[in-house]
């Protein structure tokens, strides 16, 4: 009988030393030194370099360190025999509780014993009847076994050595599974013994490994790429993320999905397949900026890498601003907002770019019937960085031109933007990545004012992982917007006015997975703003225009945050988030001082206050919770609820209905709080037919306070004392959010319902500054009804036919309702605000899509697109204005397009 305990400690003590030899020379000079014999596979070794000595050592302790870093075991016999084993141990007696000492509970005993006690042992006919790649991980320690071990690691592009997010990894033997991280981490806590470890994710091909655990260890995944991308509507990338998660009201759109959905001219437009999402409006046919559940325009931050995009649009929202070949894909927060963000009360877009390709170079084309797009792609150094690069141009003007309208036969409206991405793999644990964008617009209406305006923003960003739970993130980006009037009569009066801000904004974020329950998120976060309100330039000689120039504003806002994603248990997940953010008004600024009781105004004004540069004029700040809650009813149906509160400490002052390019951006100071709002939502969400249909219903309140608004006929445009014309009042706004989506099949699509209000309420204790009697009124945005059809029928591999139906009630007007007489003057007497509306909107689009062949190994890939905007015909109104015509108060109405708009749009890949 072999006695293990005898063989392993009772060998003689020995002096050796190892040089830089590999692990087989040094076994075979523990051989010549002493009289045992080694066996072992020789591939097992895999050229192991080892440089050690040892003086007056067992052999057994020489040859365990000497495996320490291997997945080898070994087994001395008393023959003198050394047996080597991959990963396992050799057993030559049983555990001394194999067999149970009492007759009562001998089944649980004996199960428990098997748990705690039993080997890892391998069915040698799984191993043949199993075709698949096997990985064994980790090797059996004495003493060491549990009942669960963790296997770990990162999911990475087989082509582009990035790490992939949202993909499930799933034991299919154990019904065990993850989701990796945005890193591309996972973890799994698995059981001793076979394992068949299955990744599957959109985009990418199914993969399966058989993998042997036998202790705690890291196993690293290469996944390919599908070959082939069809032409398809991609409705939801998550899987089973819209039940899983704890967040609500909360969208991600690819920008694929634009592809195939019939937009204006044929322009691909993410942000425009936002607004046929439920709770994502615009104020209008060709309106910039959105509107997210009662919110206005300025209360949605928009991200681009990180960096503050001030207007996301050209030519007043027709075009979008970002360029569709380069951007990936967009998270829309309207509900559940992440603790990481602040600034804004409505919701938050975090458009993402595309990374650039590490291995090859590529040139994507987009030709339209008024713009043309061309993107390339090119590896710096392969598989460690790379470029990619977009431009984008119109040739608009024929447009215009082509009217029958001789009022406009002199007019101009063009664009161009243009952006760079860098990204660079230093090592396995660092990366950076660099982007710059630019576009600048410009327009004009009348012969005698160009318009222009401008965005400019730029993101660097360096990613390091601390260890296999810890990653961190810093930020630093910079955004400028700015207009100008360039007016041009006669020499006398000429003029330039402008506008700009700027921020630059630095941010630590930090993830931690602390353990199988616990995800934390935390950082620090600031911006520095610089505000140039507006200035008058007088052009040419002898001008007589006086001068203008409103004082800069400048201030600082930043923020501590954490959050933590809290596994309760298998149904129960929470999501509680807490952001601190203070907010303050900087000098250098002459500040008003108005007597007590009486409006401010000009008569008002009693003092004026001096502030120093960087000296502060006001502080606020703002504690904010996020919490969210998911609860699933069954496996595939879930509630949420969600409780929200944020603050907000810049705004636009406009008086138009819906986003201008002079609109005008004011920080918070002694004269203007803060905005806030309360949000509360609540919802159902239901998967059928194993994912192939999502269903969810979501209700939501929201409280704000201080919401903007002004005087009856406000002047705030080149206005050094605009606090004079604004009103800061109550809002609220509730809704109820229905979506079905279809993912599967030839026919995919989406049905969104949204039923929704929004309310203003502007009170004062001086009647002049009261709208509607201090009553809440509906917003300019106030859209009950809002129903989207969207659907893509798949005629074959290469064709499919695709439409667009919308409908939504009318926007809310104020409407004169009659005229009076006084000191000798006819004045027109309007309703109250927003008493009336304009007629409803209703539009259906089609598209045509024709795809070329999908052969690999081609020139190029091509991609025509026939689409028909607006196949009605439907006149639908943009606004309604009213003209005194001879005496006589005339309403006309305008619309943006009113007959059906067709185009053509060819799109080519190298």
């Known amino acids: 009988m072999i006695n293990l305990a005898f063989s392993q400690e009772n060998t003689k003590d020995i002096s050796i030393e190892f040089n830089e030899i590999t692990l087989k020379d040094a076994f075979s000079k523990l051989e010549v030194q002493t009289n045992y014999k080694f066996y072992y596979a020789e591939d097992w070794l895999n050229e192991v370099i080892v440089n050690k000595a040892y003086t007056n050592e067992s052999l057994a302790i020489i040859i365990k360190d000497l495996l320490k870093d291997t997945s080898l075991n070994f087994y001395i016999t008393t023959d003198n025999q050394i047996i080597l084993t991959r990963n396992t141990i050799i057993y030559d007696q049983l555990p001394s509780n194999y067999f149970p000492t009492q007759s009562t509970d001998i089944e649980e005993q004996r199960i428990d014993t098997l748990q705690n006690n039993t080997p890892v042992l391998i069915n040698k006919n799984d191993q043949s009847n199993l075709i698949i790649n096997t990985v064994r991980v980790g090797k059996e320690q004495r003493g060491n076994l549990k009942n669960r071990y963790d296997l770990s690691g990162y999911v990475y592009d087989a082509d582009t050595d990035k790490t992939i997010s949202n993909l499930a990894i799933v034991s299919k033997l154990k019904n065990v599974g993850a989701v990796t991280q945005n890193n591309g981490y996972y973890e799994l806590k698995l059981t001793p013994g076979i394992h068949i470890i299955e990744i599957n994710g959109l985009g990418y091909e199914r993969m399966q490994t058989r993998v042997i655990i036998y202790d705690d260890g890291k196993l690293n995944f290469n996944v ?104 990936s894909d967009i998270d829309i927060y309207k509900g559940s907002i992440p603790a990481e963000f602040g600034g804004r009360i ?76 860098y990204n660079h793999k230093i090592n396995e644990k660092n990366s950076v990545q660099a982007l710059g964008y630019y576009s600048r617009d410009t327009f004009s209406i009348t012969s005698d004012s160009l318009f222009g305006y401008s965005n400019r923003l730029a993101s660097l960003k360096w990613q390091h992982q601390i260890n296999d739970r810890h990653n961190a993130t810093v930020t630093l980006a910079n955004s400028q917007y700015r207009f100008n009037i360039d007016y041009e009569d006669t020499m006398s009066d000429d ?98 001082v108005y007597s007590d009781g009486t409006p401010r105004s000009e008569s008002s004004v009693i003092d004026t206050v001096s502030y120093s540069k960087n000296e502060v004029i006001k502080t606020y700040v703002g504690p904010e919770f996020r919490l969210a809650a998911r609860y699933f009813l069954s496996d595939d149906f879930s509630v949420k609820a969600s409780l929200n509160n944020t603050f907000q400490y810049i705004h636009t002052l406009s ?37 192939a249909y999502e269903l969810s219903l979501e209700g939501f309140y929201k409280k704000q306070h201080n919401i903007l608004d002004f005087k009856t006929g ?93 409908y939504q009630t009318g926007r809310p007007v104020t409407f004169p309702t009659g005229n009076y007489q006084f000191n000798g003057g006819e004045f027109v007497l309007y309703s109250d605000r927003n008493q009336f509306r304009i007629p409803d909107y209703y539009r259906l689009d089609l598209g045509l899509n024709f795809e070329g062949n999908h052969k690999k190994n081609k020139l190029a890939h091509s991609f025509w697109s026939l ?44």
């Open 224 to 327: 390919k790429s599908k070959a082939e991308e069809l032409s398809e509507v991609v409705l939801n990338s998550q899987g089973i993320k819209n039940i899983e998660d704890a967040s609500t009201g909360n969208t991600r759109i690819n920008s694929e999905e634009s592809k195939n959905i019939p937009l204006v001219l044929g322009e691909r437009d993410v942000l425009k397949v936002a607004t046929l999402q439920p709770g994502v409006t615009s104020a209008g046919e060709g309106a910039a900026g959105f509107n997210v559940r009662g919110g206005k325009t300025d209360q949605n931050l928009i991200l681009l890498e990180n960096a503050v995009l001030y207007n996301p649009s050209h030519f007043f929202g027709i075009f979008p601003a970002l360029n569709p070949l380069v951007v």
């Open 346 to 421: 409505s919701s938050v877009f975090d458009i993402k770019t595309k990374n650039a390709d590490y291995t090859k170079f590529g040139v994507d084309v987009s030709v339209g019937p008024v713009t043309g797009n061309v993107v390339v792609n090119t590896p710096i150094v392969k598989e460690k960085s790379g470029l990619i690069i977009g431009a984008r141009g119109t040739y608009s003007d024929w447009v215009l031109r082509s009217l029958n309208e001789a009022d406009l036969n002199n007019s101009e409206a063009s664009f161009y933007d243009f952006i760079a991405k």
């Open 495 to 592: 003029f330039i006015q402008s506008f700009q801000i700027d921020e630059t904004a630095l941010k630590l974020k930090l993830d931690y997975s602390l353990s199988d329950t616990h995800n934390i998120t935390y950082g620090l976060t600031s911006k520095l703003y610089g505000i140039l309100p507006g200035k008058v330039e007088p052009q040419g000689e002898g001008n007589l225009i006086t001068p203008v120039n409103i004082p800069k504003e400048r201030g600082i806002e930043g923020a501590f945050f954490v959050s933590d994603s809290y596994k309760i248990n298998e149904r129960f997940l929470l999501d509680l988030g807490f952001r601190f953010s203070f907010f303050s008004s900087l000098g250098e600024a002459n500040k008003r």
């Open 655 to 691: 008086n138009n209905t819906t986003v201008s390019p002079i609109d005008i951006w004011k920080l918070s100071d002694n004269f203007i709080k803060p905005q806030q709002a309360t949000q509360l939502a609540l919802g159902l969400y239901k998967n059928l037919n194993v994912n």
């Open 714 to 806: 406000a002047d705030i445009q080149l206005n050094e004392a605009v606090e004079t014309e604004i009103l800061q009042g109550e809002g609220k706004a509730y809704g109820v959010e229905f979506l079905f989506k279809k993912n599967l099949g030839d026919l995919r699509g989406w049905i969104g319902y949204t039923y929704s209000r929004s309310f203003f309420k502007l009170d004062s204790q001086f009647a002049e500054e009261q709208v509607n009697d201090a009553n809440y009124f509906p917003s300019n945005f106030d859209k009950p009804h809002d129903f989207t059809l969207v659907l893509n029928y798949k005629l074959s591999q290469r064709i499919s036919l695709s439409s667009n139906f919308l």
């Open 867 to 910: 689409s028909v905007y607006n196949v009605l015909g439907r006149n639908n109104p943009y606004s309604v204005f009213f003209i005194n015509n001879d005496g006589e108060i005339q309403a006309l109405q305008s619309s943006i397009f009113n007959i059906p708009v067709p185009s053509l749009t060819y799109n080519i890949s190298f």
